[in-house]
Nanobody, 124 residues
Framework: QVQLVESGGGLVQAGGSLRLSCAAS????????MGWFRQAPGKEREFVAA????????YMTDSVKGRFTISRDNAKNTVYLQMNSLKPEDTAVYYC?????????????????WGQGTQVTVSS
């Protein structure tokens, strides 16, 4: 079992920054691909970013490339999502998730464990 707890969400003006954290627990969590997804009201959950266990392989959706950065610190059991130049369309609940098989990294169905989510609201 892997438990995930997100934090760092909040209200920010357009152009601002936030850093989300995902605290993980579980014996083997550091071996797995970790991802961030988001879900805006009335929309489906969408992939944002994923990072391999080593941190050497990173995957980002096009809409956040150049603005968001995903990283992980296995020693601290934490995955981060640094979000810069935020836009109102980034407003959503952001979820951290764990993918044991490491495949189909941009597909929510491939992820086995999920956090409860943290709200990010970007005002214009």
């Amino acid at each position: 079992q892997v438990q995930l707890v997100e934090s760092g969400g909040g209200l920010v003006q357009a152009g601002g920054s936030l850093r989300l954290s995902c605290a993980a627990s579980g014996r083997t969590w550091s071996w797995y691909v970790m991802g961030w997804f988001r879900q805006a009201p009335g929309k489906e959950r969408e992939f944002v970013a994923a990072i391999s266990w080593s941190g050497n392989n990173i995957y980002m959706t096009d809409s956040v490339k150049g603005r968001f950065t995903i990283s992980r610190d296995n020693a601290k059991n934490t995955v981060y999502l640094q979000m810069n130049s935020l836009k109102p369309e980034d407003t959503a609940v952001y979820y951290c998730a764990c993918n044991r098989r490491g495949t189909a990294r941009d597909t929510s169905a491939s992820y086995d464990y999920w956090g409860q989510g943290t709200q990010v609201t970007v005002s214009s």
